[in-house]
């Protein structure tokens, strides 16, 4: 399975954090799935993708020109895709992925998340995506979720486009993988 990972670019995060992000490496490398994901050797995304090689798996960086030298691209990936802009990244990662996995992670992440929640909803895509809600970083953000449909911006319909779990096991699980 190609499991699309959504996580942070920056350092020295909660430990908590990163913690999960090498379990989830190690346990998609155990089980034979590639990452797929935004291409950097910082941050959670540094951190899951380092574990998931160290586990033996496939890495898949898909990283915009402008952010190759920004981002400190992982020159190390099995495959490493440059794109002209972040919605042909985007594009790509989802194109190329089975499923969509979550961590923690800043305003791109929740780029991301909203873009598969949209593209679900929109018939675009039928591939799950899955929060990884570690320490209850999600917790605000499913608030947000909550507030829109119950001021009834948002059809409650969305919530069935993406899950939510405590741990990277739970994650894998539920995709069955």
Not at 49 to 65: L, Q, S
Not at 74 to 101: N, P, Q, W
Not at 164 to 176: H, K, R
Request: glycine residues 10%; proline residues 4%; negative net charge.
């Amino acid at each position: 399975m190609n499991i699309c990972v959504f996580c942070a670019s920056r350092d020295n995060l909660d430990p908590a954090y990163e913690m999960a992000a090498a379990e989830l490496g190690r346990q998609m490398a155990n089980e034979n799935h590639t990452l797929i994901y935004g291409g950097g050797m910082v941050g959670l995304m540094g951190v899951v993708a380092r574990a998931t090689h160290e586990g033996g798996g496939r890495v898949v960086g898909v990283i915009p020109k402008r952010l190759r030298t920004r981002e400190i691209a992982y020159e190390g990936a099995d495959e490493l895709i440059e794109t002209a802009t972040m919605t042909e990244r985007k594009e790509v990662m989802i194109h190329r992925s089975d499923a969509f996995v979550v961590l923690p992670g800043g305003f791109g992440t929740l780029d991301e998340l909203i873009e598969t929640v949209t593209l679900y909803h929109l018939g675009y895509h039928n591939k799950p995506t899955i929060l990884i809600n570690v320490a209850g970083f999600f917790d605000p953000v499913l608030a947000l979720f909550e507030h829109f449909y119950a001021t009834n911006v948002a059809y409650p319909r969305y919530a069935e486009a993406y899950h939510v779990v405590q741990t990277p096991g739970e994650a894998l699980s539920l995709l069955g993988a």
